[in-house]
């Protein structure tokens, strides 16, 4: 197996600090040895153990004690979502909607009893977060969405359907957001997943991201105060927390990149044809040369959207930028190495199939690839094209 060093062509690896590889080398050794092995089986039942959340703790993919860490957070992120999406997408979206979603949320716009309350637990993995921001009659123009807040005078009315709430069936708690009626901002707030007003539904019959906890949530909800966050307020505090997720698919995909280019060059070593090795063939190399070529960019953005992120320099534009071109050579690798094997290519007994099918989500959530073009469109060219 070609090692994530030996695709590391313009030698990124060399520049991580010594607390992101023990990070990189201590997640890596748990997801070959305890994950791997079972990840198409998993892929297939539409179903992760619930044991791989404390795992995933114990491991401080939920985040670490500051300090240490605080010179070389961006990487030490970045190289985790990449660690973890080398194994699969949905696994790296469970960390980045508990981590970078929800408790992002709460760092930022929780009063101090919300964030002592709620931090520390799910730090350690005890009460999983998600976040309710889509609504089911609009994805990708949130600004529309029909789910709504009233106070009373003694109480929040918030009533409405959200979708697509990855760890949605599973969260002990959600942020959910809502317009405030009549003509107020749009709100955050944390709801309790026992709350009475709370139904879930989980969603079936997905072809993608199956590892993923993905449930419509129809709310008719009666909240004190008290779970209001009262620092969430406009659609920017939302967009806010999804530049940290969208920071994290620009890595992530990465990782899945990385795990189909190593596959690939596996196959094509072993496997012959017509005489020779799929590996001494010019087609064969001139395919698996372009998905190293642009992993080799992916690696560049991502290692420099670290560094932007460590300066504090990093703006949303680059990070749209890098989320929507990262996640298309992802596609094209992928794709390319399920080519490359053959008929044995379409398993998703091996990473290339089953990162291909996560990667079409990929490429829509979070803001889909049309969004983030956009979005950079409007910023660069000065006209709203939405
Ligand atoms: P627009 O006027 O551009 O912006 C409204 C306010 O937001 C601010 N803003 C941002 N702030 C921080 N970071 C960003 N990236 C931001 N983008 C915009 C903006 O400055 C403004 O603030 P203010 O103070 O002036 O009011 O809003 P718009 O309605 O024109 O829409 C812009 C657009 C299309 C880019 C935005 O709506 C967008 O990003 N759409 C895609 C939404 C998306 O990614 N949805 C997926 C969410 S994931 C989910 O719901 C489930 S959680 C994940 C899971 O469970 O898997």
Redesign the pocket.
Known sequence: MLTPEEADVWQLEDRLPAEVVALRDRVRAYIDQALRPHLPSWWEAGHLPAFVISDLADLQAFGGEAGTLSRSAGLWQGVLMRELERADSGLR?LV??HAH?AMEAIARYGTADQIAEWLAPMRRGERLG?????DVQS?????AMQTTCRWTGAEWRISGQ?R?????TRAAIGVVWAREEPDGPIRGFLLPTDHPGLRREPIGFKGSLRL?D?AVWHLDLRLDEGWRLPGAQ???A???C??Q??YGIAWGVVGAAMDCVAEAKAYVTQRSAFGRALAATQLVQEAWVGCVARLGLMQLTAFRLAELRDAQALH?LQ??LAKRDNVRMALWVARKARELMGAEGISWRHGPMRHLANLETVDT????YA??T??IG?QLLGS?A?
């Not at 998600?130 to 889509?134: E, G, I, K």
């Not at 994805?139 to 600004?143: E, F, H, R, V």
């Not at 697509?164 to 949605?168: E, F, L, R």
């Not at 959530?365 to 889909?368: A, D, L, N, R, V």
Request: charged share 10%; net charge positive.
């Open positions: 979206s980045s909607v979603l998600c976040f309710a921001l889509t994805g990708s123009d949130p600004a959200k697509w709430v990855t760890n949605g993923s993905s406009g659609l920017g939302a967009l806010a999804l530049n997720a969208r949303p990070i749209s959530y979070e803001g889909t969004v983030h956009l979005a409007r709203n939405f």
